[in-house]
């Protein structure tokens, strides 16, 4: 029997257990989307949104947060400076809708520069210090994503739970713009999230996520934030520590309205794959093996077979069958995390739908640029982030190398 007869075998069953893990993913999202809500009391809830910059549809963004439809919240906007334009923005909203929002509180923070963290993990700090007692949950956004106005209703229903301390969803990339480059970063970041669903591997997403003071201050959540650039990583790695799960909210995922470039995309991509090395190698390793198991699959597949048809080896067709399984596999992936947000995000289906074409039509494609880009970040631990260069040296200590 041919060496590679019993690779066949292994590549084709790696194949299909993926595929099953993600239809799971794909049929867990949609059920707890499609669940109704019953009434239930709404805790007292700060929000805290750290800016930087002008972000694409930034007004639009800072708005979706005063429109919760929730009764009991406070809203904190945190900024380093006020000669960052993100501030003025921010208040020019805050005079228009702030008579109008549920909010009972809502205040434009000036945190200053951070010395020994990342910006926006300062920024989150210097908000959680104006939290009153009292407050139940702890929910943060992000400036360049648009939230529903259930959003913070829905985050904080999981956490009702015991054990259930991290609530999460995550973003969507909506292109603005429909060049090359914006739908690859819409059609990779779609197949991160593909793989977020009812498993303990979740980890947040910190621009929409939230836990319980409770269970923020047990875990002395603020402590390790103190020389992290991750808040993310590091809020989830302590909370699994101490045997807390992190529910993903399929409902919160929010869509981002970003154009980029290649050189832009490629910045982004190895700085948020060096992050998950550096903070959860674990997961680096899990995405590093399926995405080469998904390019080797396929075109080594391709190669096998016609190897195996030159030489007129037995077992022809089991050698065919994977670059097909792989392939086929990879297009209804696509299909389905398409298929998902179409009905999460339906709204805006009409600007999604050429990015979901392209993630159909490109997913081989798709598949080699984000090997390079993981295996890009297995190099280095600089990175630049939001204009400001950090190096990381290991979970708990980050390094400001220039502003």
Same mark, same amino acid.
């Given at each position: 029997? *041919?060496?590679?007869?019993?690779? %066949?075998?292994?590549?084709? +069953?790696?194949? +299909?257990?993926?595929? $099953?893990?993600?239809?799971? !993913?794909?049929? $867990? ?73 549920? %909010? @009972?509180?809502? =205040? ?22 104006? @939290? ?28 009702? =739970?015991?054990?259930?301390?991290? %609530? ?9 713009? !429909?060049?090359?480059?914006?739908? *690859? /970063?819409?059609?990779? !970041?779609?197949?991160? *999230?593909?793989?977020?669903? !009812?498993?303990?591997f979740n980890h947040a997403w910190g621009g929409s996520m939230a836990i319980r003071t409770e269970d923020f201050r047990r875990l002395q959540i603020a402590q390790a934030w103190q020389h992290t650039l991750s808040d993310d990583f590091s809020l989830s790695y302590t909370a699994k520590r101490a045997g807390m799960r992190v529910v993903f909210v399929p409902a919160c995922i ?35 093996? &399926? ?12 190669? /096998? ?32 995390? =398409?298929? /998902?947000?179409?009905?999460? &995000? ?13 993630? @159909? ?43």
């Amino acid at each position: 029997m *041919a060496w590679y007869y019993y690779i %066949a075998w292994i590549a084709i +069953l790696a194949q +299909l257990l993926v595929f $099953y893990y993600v239809i799971r !993913n794909y049929r $867990y999202a949609l059920s707890r989307y499609a669940r109704k809500r019953q009434p239930a009391p709404e805790p007292g809830a700060a929000m805290i949104i750290p800016c930087k910059g002008l972000d694409s549809r930034f007004q639009t963004n800072i708005a979706s947060y005063f429109k919760q439809d929730y009764g009991n919240y406070r809203l904190f906007f945190v900024v380093e400076d006020k000669t960052d334009p993100a501030y003025a923005k921010i208040c020019e909203v805050k005079d228009t809708l702030g008579h109008e929002s549920k %909010a @009972v509180d809502v =205040q434009v923070l000036i945190a200053g520069p951070s010395a020994s963290c990342s910006q926006k993990t300062h920024n989150l700090l210097y908000g959680l210090d104006h @939290v009153p007692d009292g407050t139940e949950i702890l929910a943060f956004g992000d400036s360049d994503v648009c939230v529903h106005a259930d959003w913070l209703s829905r985050l904080a229903w999981p956490l009702r =739970q015991s054990g259930r301390s991290v %609530a999460t969803g995550y973003r969507w990339f909506v292109p603005t713009k !429909n060049n090359l480059a914006s739908l *690859a /970063m819409s059609a990779m !970041n779609a197949g991160v *999230a593909q793989f977020l669903g !009812n498993s303990r591997f979740n980890h947040a997403w910190g621009g929409s996520m939230a836990i319980r003071t409770e269970d923020f201050r047990r875990l002395q959540i603020a402590q390790a934030w103190q020389h992290t650039l991750s808040d993310d990583f590091s809020l989830s790695y302590t909370a699994k520590r101490a045997g807390m799960r992190v529910v993903f909210v399929p409902a919160c995922i929010v869509p981002s309205f970003e154009d980029t470039t290649w050189p832009a995309l490629y910045e982004f991509a190895r700085r948020q794959f060096l992050i998950t090395r550096v903070y959860v190698p674990g997961t680096w390793w899990a995405g590093f093996l &399926l995405s080469f198991g998904s390019v080797v699959g396929f075109w080594g597949g391709l190669a /096998m077979a016609g190897y195996a048809a030159a030489t007129h080896a037995e077992h022809i067709v089991l050698y065919a069958a994977v670059p097909a399984i792989f392939f086929a596999t990879q297009v209804l992936r696509a299909v389905l995390r =398409q298929s /998902m947000v179409m009905q999460i &995000l339906g709204e805006y289906g009409p600007q999604l739908l050429r990015a979901a074409v392209a993630d @159909v039509l490109g997913c081989w494609l798709w598949s080699i640029l984000l090997f390079v880009y993981i295996l890009s970040s297995a190099f280095g631990r600089t990175i630049r982030w939001r204009g400001i260069r950090y190096r990381l040296d290991s979970p708990t200590q980050t390094a400001i190398l220039s502003n």
